[in-house]
């Protein structure tokens, strides 16, 4: 059974970069395309983009970078120039047959933005 | 952007009656190539992370209970489950995979009566 599970800090300062990492057990990350996605109450479910074809919400695309790391069956997250806005829980998750749906997701890790 | 317009913004129904969601999109999210509807359905229930339901409108994930059923083409789609059982208290989803950027509804809350 695929598992997934964020990790990163939980508070980051304002203007500085977001780093986030989900590691995946239970499934080879070289079989599926991987995404990332947060939560706001203000801004509801919110898409952030894929692994493996640098396909990112375009609201975002300009600060986020999705990469993956084989050997270690992760994914990591990394958007710049933060904000408030981006106030947040992260979620990754598996985004089976090339993109579209999304599941099953990790349990979300919230990021603080604040100084 | 594809807007998704969910309907109520909450809804309370008797254990053992149906509850019915409603999503609309803000352009057909139907594939003609394919005849594929590019929407899917999600439950998150408190403090957990959005569960799928259902993808390609109409298809269940494994191991989705039966009483869950989506239906619909087009721009409007309906997430119905047959009887309501205590443990389908949650928020549910629509999310459209048409085109990019991929989107969501805003919600639809579904309490007990």
């Known amino acids: 059974q695929v598992q997934l599970q964020e990790s990163g800090p939980g508070l980051v300062k304002p203007s500085e970069t977001l780093s986030l990492t989900c590691t995946v057990s239970g499934d080879s990350i070289g079989s599926y395309y991987w995404t990332w996605l947060r939560q706001s109450p203000g801004k509801g479910l919110e898409w952030i983009g894929y692994s493996g074809n640098a396909n990112y919400n375009p609201s975002l695309k300009s600060r986020v970078t999705i990469s993956v790391d084989k050997s270690k069956n992760q994914f990591s997250l990394k958007m710049t120039s933060v904000t408030s806005a981006d106030t947040a829980v992260y979620y990754c998750?598996?985004?089976?047959?090339?993109?579209?749906?999304?599941?099953?997701w990790g349990q979300g890790t919230l990021v603080t933005v604040s100084s | 952007d594809i807007v998704m317009t969910q309907s109520p913004d909450s809804l309370a129904v008797s254990l053992g009656e149906r509850a019915t969601i409603n999503c609309k999109s803000s352009q057909s999210v139907l594939y003609s190539s394919n005849n594929k509807n590019y929407l899917a359905w999600y439950q998150q229930k408190s403090g957990q992370p959005p569960k799928l339901l259902i993808y390609?409108?109409?298809t269940r994930e494994s191991g989705v209970p039966d009483r869950f059923s989506g239906s619909g083409s087009g721009t409007d789609f309906t997430l119905t489950i047959s009887s309501l059982q205590a443990e389908d208290v949650a928020l549910y989803y629509c999310?459209?995979?048409?085109?990019?950027?991929?989107?969501f509804g805003q919600g639809t809350r579904l309490e007990i009566k």
């Open positions: 998750a598996r985004a089976p047959g090339g993109g579209g749906w999304f599941g099953p």
């Open positions: 390609w409108a109409s």
């Open positions: 999310q459209q995979y048409y085109s990019s950027p991929i989107t």
